[in-house]
């Protein structure tokens, strides 16, 4: 099943839309989906007063929905299975913890999108907001798998504690990107803040682009010819949907 879900009031508080998983509506009556209960600040709401609810039968397992504005937090977060496509820009925190499926947002997204993913694809079409990947705060991990990907630019701290998977930015990355970053991969196409890399204990940082400064925790061992790079590099085109330009 597919459903459609048309933003029809915007506001003004943040609103909480952990509840919106494909897995889970495409698996409910439409008078169960209409009376599901969203977080607005501190009130709940049925879904029915905040989007035009509408579904198509299909073998799918696929959830559109078309935001106002970018005050959706949460959009995909533990997702596991399906697609979820926002036609628009999205909150904070889209994309938190996945465990599988694809995710892809149109538009921007705020900070912390893909916290703590542990698989599945999440693209942004737009930019990305501070901390893409990162822990949230009181943890240690971030982005633990997967694959995030970026067509814009990224803010700062993107790939933050990283842990496994791989992480795409084809734009510009903000200060401290990779910061203490414990393994995976992380490729930057166009140029990055100061500080990149800084804490970086293992992993991979790929920058189409020489900083302007070496971070004072890396040392620089000279050019080198690395027969690796041939099979990273087509392991990020496969992971970036061939549209990676390396």
């Avoid at 997204?109 to 999440?122: F, I, M, T």
């Avoid at 990055?192 to 920058?207: D, E, F, I, K, S």
């Amino acid at each position: 099943m597919t459903i459609e879900l048309v933003q029809i009031l915007s506001v003004e508080q943040r609103l909480d839309c952990r509840a919106l998983l494909p897995e889970q509506l495409t698996n409910m009556s439409m008078q169960q989906v209409q009376h599901l209960s969203l977080r607005v600040g501190n009130q709940a709401l049925p879904l029915a007063e905040l989007f035009n609810v509408s579904a198509k039968s299909d073998e799918q397992c696929r959830l559109i929905i078309h935001p106002l504005d970018d005050r959706l937090d949460y959009l995909g977060a533990g997702m596991s299975q399906g697609e979820l496509l926002v036609s628009g820009n999205a909150g904070h925190h889209a994309g938190r913890g996945m465990q599988g499926g694809q995710l892809t947002i149109t538009g921007q997204c705020g900070d912390l999108a893909g916290s703590g993913l542990r698989a599945g694809h999440l693209l942004v079409k737009g930019n990305a907001g501070a901390r893409l990947g990162g822990p949230a705060a009181g943890e240690r991990r971030g982005q633990q798998g997967g694959v995030i990907h970026v067509r814009g630019s990224a803010g700062e701290r993107a790939g933050e504690c990283m842990r496994r998977g791989t992480l795409i930015i084809e734009g510009d990355a903000d200060r401290l990107l990779g910061y203490r970053m414990i393994a995976g991969t992380l490729f930057v196409g166009g140029r990055v803040g100061a500080l990149a890399g800084y804490g970086m204990r293992r992993g991979t940082l790929v920058l189409q682009h020489h900083p302007d400064t070496v971070c004072p925790t890396l040392r620089a061992n000279g050019t080198h010819e690395l027969s690796f790079l041939q099979l990273l590099s087509a392991d990020l085109r496969q992971a970036s949907g061939q549209v990676l330009k390396l």
